[in-house]
């Protein structure tokens, strides 16, 4: 657990029968104002006085002197500035401007003084809101779970703790992530809120409450390696530095070893991913997380020549005049069970892609697997996988799929 104290400083206050976790402060303002005030208003008001208390900062910041804790990452920096670390966050937008800065201050540093401009986030976290299953799953590879006192979107959370805390009330649901409930997450007062941010988005009124929302952007990240690296932050953010630095140090050096035995492969099979959904095919752009795993697993992504960073919306034709020879076809699908069958009949001249005519059509349940929570964070899972599927056993190093499997007619 990283040797943090969950419990000190804290409070607990009931609502609609569900036990809630407060910061002592927070739990006497609620309490007093409830006191004169309905419930609604009662939050309300704490929620003002949250705003008013608030440690948010400016994103914008000049260069900080001290030890550089990343390399991978292109959108995140790490320095370590001795009583405090300053965590930058460039625009994936914008890439001469930065979207946030974090002044991380551990508890144990009492309050440091000349602290540079940004939002300042006091450290380990003990009461965190987490909007991603994602995340909540490397803070459970951290060994800080118990940290996670609130969740949106609580259905696409596999984390085990996390579903038992839901069912026993720990955890609270606090709505979706793109409309939580205001009252629910003002009555949690978690010290932080962890995000995944969107172009020309805003988080509504979550943002008047006063609570630092850390931008977790590394879903942006066009490489493997760059985005596992956003581990280091939530260690950071949990008081676990050294699990965290310990996870990717073992990651990295599994995604290289295994990058390296597929580039001394003699064959490259060409490969395509996704399928036809509703007239348009996303394919993997040039400067791709996708592509950039694709080609460290020995693959060949038809658009590898392309600028862009992310997804390329095109109709079937173009996408089969480039591919319809591809060797393998990687087909992400959350249930029920799709067959060949099925994949013609949704779009007949799938039928006519090499892959299909060789029965190389492979599909990842994921309503059922651990892949979207695996591969942000330990990429060299889904590395192997590729490998296996691309190059066989003698490269991967075994004969198993963990996600994937060949569809049946």
């Not at 004169?36 to 208003?41: E, H, P």
């Not at 946030?100 to 009461?127: H, I």
């Not at 050294?242 to 990058?259: F, G, P, Q, T």
Request: proline share 4%; hydrophobic share 40%.
């Amino acid at each position: 657990m990283c040797g943090r104290d969950l419990d000190a400083g804290r409070g607990i206050v009931s609502l609609g029968g569900q036990i809630l976790i407060l910061s002592n402060n927070l739990l006497n303002t609620f309490l007093i104002v409830k006191s004169f005030l309905s419930l609604s208003l009662a939050l309300s008001a704490t929620a003002a006085i949250l705003t008013s208390c608030s440690g948010a900062g400016s994103s914008a910041g000049a260069e900080v002197s001290g030890d550089t804790l990343t390399a991978g990452a292109d959108l995140l920096t790490l320095v370590d500035c001795g009583s405090y670390v300053v965590a930058d966050i460039k625009n994936p937008w914008d890439s001469t401007r930065l979207l946030q800065r974090y002044v991380l201050v551990p508890d144990s540093a009492g309050n440091p003084e000349g602290l540079p401009e940004g939002t300042v986030v006091r450290t380990p976290l003990r009461n965190s809101l987490v909007y991603s299953g994602v995340h909540a799953g490397a803070i459970r590879d951290l060994g800080a779970i118990d940290a996670v006192r609130g969740v949106a979107d609580a259905g696409y959370f596999t984390v085990a703790e996390v579903k038992a805390g839901l069912k026993s009330g720990a955890v609270m649901d606090v709505g979706s992530s793109m409309s939580p409930d205001i009252e629910r997450v003002t009555v949690l007062g978690p010290d932080a809120i962890l995000a995944s941010p969107y172009q020309n988005s805003s988080y509504g009124l979550i943002e008047r409450l006063g609570i630092p929302i850390i931008e977790c952007a590394d879903y942006m990240e066009s490489t493997p390696l760059g985005r596992a690296e956003w581990i280091k932050l939530i260690g950071e953010l949990y008081g676990c530095r050294h699990e965290a630095d310990s996870i990717y140090k073992e990651v990295s050096a599994e995604y290289s070893r295994l990058a390296t035995r597929a580039a001394s492969a003699s064959s490259h099979p060409k490969v395509i991913t996704e399928r036809l959904t509703n007239g348009v095919w996303f394919v993997p752009g040039g400067r791709s997380y996708m592509s950039s795993i694709i080609t460290d697993a020995g693959g060949v992504n038809p658009w590898a020549d392309t600028p862009d960073a992310g997804s390329i919306q095109l109709d079937f034709a173009s996408v089969f005049d480039k591919a319809h020879d591809a060797d393998i076809w990687l087909i992400r699908n959350y249930g029920p069970e799709l067959t060949l069958s099925e994949l013609k009949s949704s779009y007949d001249l799938n039928s006519r892609i090499k892959a299909f005519e060789n029965g190389d059509v492979y599909v990842a349940d994921t309503s059922t697997s651990t892949l979207f929570d695996d591969f942000p964070f330990h990429p060299e899972k889904l590395l192997r996988e590729y490998i296996l599927l691309f190059l066989g056993p003698d490269y991967a190093g075994t004969d198993k799929t963990q996600y994937y499997q060949r569809i049946e007619k």
